[in-house]
C-alpha cells in the first residue's frame, strides 16, 4: 500500500491511499485542480479514483467534492449523517446522490482490494468517521478532526504500518491568540481537535514494531507551526517511561498544507 498527504491542515484536507489495483482519497477539502496537480505527482489521476471517502462535511474536507463528483462521477463514501450534511450545502453545487453510498462505523466493506474500517470519532460533525485500511497484510490509518481519544480510538490504531494522525494546535499558542474565547473552547474541547501533546500521548498507545511512517497532520495555521509539533511530539514519545520504542526508531514527518508529501510505500 501506498499513502500520501496531498494537502493537511484548516485550509484544506486531502490524502491519497493505493493498491496495486485501487486508488482511495479520503476527504476533497481542495480545489480539483490542486488535487489533480498533486496526483499527477504520483503518476495518477482523478480519472483513475476508485472511491472518495469522507471523514465529515466540514468545508476543509469537502470544498471540492461538488466539482470532482460532477467532472470524475466517482463513488462517494460517507456515514448517512454526513450524507445529509453534505447534500444540505449550498457551497458544493449539486451533486449526484446516486454516486453516495451509505457506511456504518465498525461496519467493514471493500474498494477493490482495499479493505476498509471506518470508526466513530468525537467531533463537532454530523456523523464523523476515521478510516482504516488494509491490503495484502498491511494497515494504514487516517485519523485526524478528533477532540480526544479513548481505548476505543486506541483499538482501531493498533498495528498499522502508517498513520496520518491530527497534531493540530499548540495549547499555549492557542491560548495566547486571537480567536475569539468560544472558538478556543470549541477547538480545546471533546469534540475539537488534538493538540501536539494530545498526538504524543496517542501516538505512544499504538506504538509496535510494524510502524514505520507517522505523518502529523491537520495543523493549524495560527496556533501551530511544523517544527513546534513534530518536537513535541518526538518529546512525548522519548519522556514516556512506559514507552520502550523511541522517536528516532520511526520516519515522523509533518504533512505539508498546500503540497504532497513522500509517497509512502508500506
Known sequence: MKISTIASGSSGNCVYISSDNTNLLVDTGISKKKTEEGLNSFDTSLEEIDGILLTHEHLDHVNGLGVISRKYNIPIYCTPGTHRAVMAMEK?????????????????????????????????AAEPVAYRMSNGGKNVAVATDMGKFDD????????????????????????????????????????????????????????CDKVKNIILAHL????????????????????????????????????????????YTV
Open 92 to 124: 458544493l453545487g449539486t451533486i449526484d446522490e446516486g454516486l453516495i453510498n451509505d457506511i456504518a462505523a465498525d461496519s467493514n466493506f471493500k474498494i477493490g482490494d482495499i479493505d476498509i474500517h471506518p470508526f466513530n470519532i468525537s467531533h463537532d
Open 152 to 207: 476505543y480510538i486506541i483499538e482501531n490504531l493498533k498495528g498499522l504500518d502508517s498513520v496520518v494522525i491530527e497534531a493540530n494546535h499548540d495549547e499555549r499558542m492557542l491560548l495566547a491568540g486571537f480567536y475569539p474565547f468560544a472558538l478556543k473552547q470549541r477547538i480545546l474541547g471533546d469534540s475539537g481537535h488534538l493538540s501536539n501533546e494530545s498526538s504524543g500521548r496517542l501516538i505512544n498507545r499504538i506504538l
Open 220 to 263: 493549524s495555521k495560527d496556533n501551530n507551526y511544523e517544527e513546534l509539533a513534530y518536537q513535541t511530539v518526538k518529546t512525548e514519545i522519548d519522556t514516556e517511561p512506559d514507552n520502550d520504542y523511541k522517536s528516532e526508531d520511526f520516519n515522523i514527518v509533518v504533512a505539508k498544507r498546500n503540497m504532497p508529501s513522500l509517497l
